[in-house]
């Protein structure tokens, strides 16, 4: 069954209320499930919280007074706030945990977790519906709420895994998804790209939308991404800290990630950074062409067809990074500025997946973001429903997110199935965009025939 499949079971309504009722089961699990883990420590919520403890309540560097390093922008304790900022006694604030607070502030931190879930939760539905909204304003779309469910079929599991581990992705795909539907649907460019820079205050990664907007000349859009970014990374941390102590942090960021980040990789922040969670294009490359432990300590593996040095696999690695961007650029500036809404959100699309091979480490909660190009392809299979092209990009799609989906088995999570399926979504999203730039021409063709 297709994508066109999926949205003809879509219209009996037995089957739509059997599929929103096991939905909202497993958001109220993720909900649930996420908070315990949050309490007792398998989660991201507790780093999370020491760094707005230290940072925010004790107003002290936390790049310099917590031993594992986080290598968030300094904006991100300020966004974080409204979610660690309640009291904490002193064992604490020092080691993260709960056992030596009294039980109120074990109940603050209870009610602290399942607010900042239930957003995560509710944040999954609306990404979801403001994307089919985005995808919608490339014209007619006649499935309805078929749209939203397919991404949160498609994509749910990927967003609430990121929820579950009580991560940041999912308020990074708010932003985006936002910045997607106003820059779309309703046409304001700027506002859509302030919220492309709250996106990259919180992780760089998404800043390769900076890029699209350059090369696709969206200078409004630019305009406001570089304003976001001043707001959330200048002024905000300015009245929070004071101007000189903003300076310091930022100085302390570059002196403690972004550089030995530079000259070290990954390996500097992360213990065994290409370890089989590690999804990106580099760890494939580390994995499959170095003598790299793919397993874990207890269970070794080593799946590498040659034994490259670290140096020159990761010089290969490098190349084909660089070939993944020159594939985007090339992409983003010979397609002419002026096109339509669809081929627009086609190329829109592209940074997704893009920032996946790019960045160095991608692990399973960073694919949530892959919820903006599934909404670009969907449309585009909708609207060419029975046309080969739209049956090409229905399968692609299924392919490479059953690819993603495939990371859940340790083994295939070890040969970097989701690698390939996020490159078989960027080879699937080209290919749609590169068909629709053959439908303008030959629609301005057939216009000025006789």
Partial sequence: MNLIGFCRLWQRRAVRRLLLAAFAMVCLFVVVSGARRALVGSSE?????????????????????????????????????????????????????FADSPTSRIVQAGASATAVLVLMTALVVWAARAVAAACRAGGDEPTGTCMPALLALLCGA???????????????????????????????????????????????????????????????ALAGMALGGLVCMVLLPGIVWGPREAVQRHVSWYNTVLKPYAVQGPDEFINRAYRRANQSLKAAVMRYFTDYNAGSKRNPLHIN??????????MAATGAKMMVLAGLL???TLMPTRTDVESETM????????????????????????????????????????????????????????????????????????????????????????????????????????
């Fill in 45 to 97: 919520f507790r780093g999370f919280r020491e760094i707005v403890q230290v940072s925010i309540v004790h107003a002290k560097d936390h790049y310099k007074h917590i031993p594992h390093v986080r290598a968030y922008p300094p904006f991100f304790p300020i966004f974080w706030a409204p979610f660690g900022a309640f009291p904490v006694g002193q064992d604490d604030a020092e080691n993260g945990g």
């Fill in 158 to 220: 990927l967003m609430l895994n990121s929820v579950i581990r009580c991560e940041t992705d999912m308020f990074v795909v708010m932003p985006v998804a936002g910045a997607m539907y106003l820059i779309f649907a309703r046409r304001r460019d700027a506002w859509g790209g302030a919220l492309l820079g709250l996106a990259a205050a919180l992780k760089l990664t998404p800043g390769l939308f900076g890029v699209y907007l350059l090369c696709r000349r969206k200078w409004r």
């Fill in 305 to 314: 067809i040659v034994g490259l040095s670290p140096a020159a696999a990761s």
């Fill in 330 to 332: 090339a992409m983003w």
């Fill in 347 to 450: 190329l829109f699309a592209l940074v997704p997946p893009g920032m996946l091979l790019l960045s160095d480490v991608s692990v399973g909660g960073h694919l949530a973001i892959l919820l903006i190009t599934c909404g670009a392809l969907a449309a585009f299979c909708f609207r060419r429903a029975g046309e080969r092209a739209g049956t090409v990009v229905s399968w692609g799609v299924l392919c490479g997110f059953g690819m993603t989906y495939l990371i859940a088995v340790k083994a295939l999570k070890e040969m970097s199935a989701g690698t390939a399926g996020v490159g078989i979504l960027l080879a699937v999203t080209a290919y749609a965009a590169l068909r629709l730039r053959g439908e303008a021409v030959c629609r301005a063709q057939a216009a000025q025939s006789p």
